[in-house]
């Protein structure tokens, strides 16, 4: 069958996408920005994409009208802290003006369990786009999910940081709240197995895992799996932007997603029925089976997608178009060449850059950069990479942002999105000759720009000096 997919390079779609082409259908992916669509040239053959801003009403008609199914994985959390809300509701009645154009039969949405009355902003948000899909010219079945845990998610990297990083926790009373995780694998088969099911249309289903848990019970129990111990006290008088603060300074996530994920962890989130999972005959994972799951595909380099590389969790939100010529005039540039003597070693290195390589030379260097910019409000260097030694464009890479990644072209070039007076990029290319021409262009804002770029000038003349010389190193 034909399937629309929107959210297709989202955390969720990126999963779903290559189980959709297994069982043989064909995908449509709906996309922002078809420049980011970081999956390989092999899959890319097999699918049609289509860019498109649900967000705007324009650029609609690109959709094709004989589709039979579509999947909504549209959701605008990460990008802002006051309006997300209104954007969401904009995306679902902009997506319900073009489906009633087509033949689609039934839409399959991915929401937030809802337990409570009063909800938190984010759990509403959810519940007024399902309300306004149920208005659709077609049938919904809407799948109502909690902690998503798997390689990647935001919520098993929010966990994993503090586990890995403190030993010793004092906490906000919130993470006595009750929860019900469930694993990536699992939510995969929730979402293709009510393809055209018919007991499913016009309905919504809980989905959990098997285990009820409190957030200090997924924290103990992440670091038995680990093989360590970890110490929580639990205070009440942290309030929730103090909450949103510790979170954000201690993990990779933004500060926008922090407050919004403090917000919903307040309410508790537990699955009311398990009829679903009783139609579709689905065994879900434990939660420590969950998490022994999502270090397997770590330790085997197989992470298929992660939340930090959505652009939402960075500075660029008009698309890489806007920044990928890299401007010539009215900036200030560290240009430095080297001769690589293996040039294929050269290229895997610059391929490796950033994460847990680090960047060649002075790490501790940018470290405390990553610090100072953490410290500001940027995203700093905890975020790293997604894959070891493969890169698209729209990776978050500690805290830049690929804009070109062209392995043929021996190309890398990258978009700074740490606090700065100015606009900097990043570029690493190797010519003809096997010369690696290194290029660091910054477009300064007024004279506090210049004055920031002069007074890290000595920093720079070791710090890309060194990358350069241990970047060409065989």
Not at 23 to 32: E, N, S, T
Not at 75 to 95: I, L, R
Not at 324 to 334: A, E, F, N, S
Not at 382 to 400: E, I, N, Q
Request: with cysteine; net charge positive; aromatic share 10%.
């Amino acid at each position: 069958m034909k399937i629309l997919l929107t959210g297709a390079n989202g955390y969720i779609g990126m999963r779903l996408l290559p189980r959709l082409l297994e069982l043989g259908h064909q995908v449509v992916c709906a996309v922002r920005d078809e420049k980011r669509f970081s999956i390989d040239a092999s899959v890319r053959t097999q699918i049609t994409v289509v860019e498109v801003d649900f967000l705007k009403t324009g650029g609609l008609d690109n959709l094709p009208k004989d589709i039979d199914v579509a999947y909504y994985l549209i959701h605008s959390m990460a990008s802002s802290t006051s309006n997300f809300d209104q954007m969401e509701a904009q995306a679902a009645k902009n997506f319900n003006a073009h489906m009633a154009k087509t033949q689609v039969e039934q839409v399959i949405y991915l929401s937030g369990i809802v337990n409570e009355e009063k909800l938190s902003k984010h759990l509403s948000s959810r519940k007024n786009v399902e309300d306004i899909l149920y208005q659709g010219t077609y049938n919904l079945t809407v799948l109502r999910a909690g902690i998503i845990v798997g390689s990647g998610s935001s919520s098993f990297e929010i966990i994993r940081d503090l586990c890995e990083k403190l030993p010793f926790m004092i906490t906000p009373k919130w993470v006595l709240t009750k929860t019900q995780p469930i694993a990536i694998r699992d939510i995969i088969q929730f979402l293709t197995g009510v393809l055209r099911k018919k007991e499913t249309y016009n309905q919504s289903f809980d989905i959990g895992g098997p285990d009820v848990l409190t957030y200090k019970d997924m924290l103990k129990q992440y670091a038995m799996v680990r093989g360590f111990k970890n110490w929580i006290f639990t205070v009440p008088v942290m309030t929730p932007k103090l909450s949103s603060y510790w979170l954000y300074f201690v993990t990779s996530t933004s500060y926008k997603l922090a407050i919004n994920l403090v917000d919903s962890m307040k309410m508790e989130v537990v699955a009311s029925d398990n009829r679903l999972q009783q139609l579709l005959n689905i065994e879900t994972l434990r939660y420590p089976e969950a998490i022994d799951r999502a270090f397997k595909k770590i330790a085997q380099n197989q992470v298929v997608s992660s939340w930090k590389d959505s652009i939402a969790s960075g500075q660029i939100k008009e698309g890489l178009q806007k920044y990928i010529q890299v401007p010539k005039y009215g900036v200030l540039v560290d240009k430095q060449s080297k001769a690589a003597k293996n040039p294929s070693q050269t290229l895997e290195n610059i391929w490796k850059i950033g994460g847990e390589t680090g960047w060649y030379y002075g790490n501790w260097l940018w470290k405390i950069r990553g610090f100072l910019d953490k410290v500001n409000g940027g995203p700093g260097l905890r975020r790293g990479r997604t894959h070891v030694d493969k890169l698209f464009p729209g990776d978050a890479l500690d805290f830049w942002r690929v804009l070109l990644a062209d392995k043929k072209a021996k190309r890398l070039l990258l978009f700074a999105e740490m606090r700065l007076p100015g606009e900097a990029w990043l570029e690493f290319r190797i010519d003809e000759d096997n010369i690696l021409h290194q290029t660091a262009t910054f477009r300064p804002k007024g004279l506090r720009g210049r004055l920031y770029w002069f007074s890290v000038l000595p920093f720079h003349y070791f710090i890309f000096g060194g990358m350069i010389r241990n970047l060409v190193k065989s």
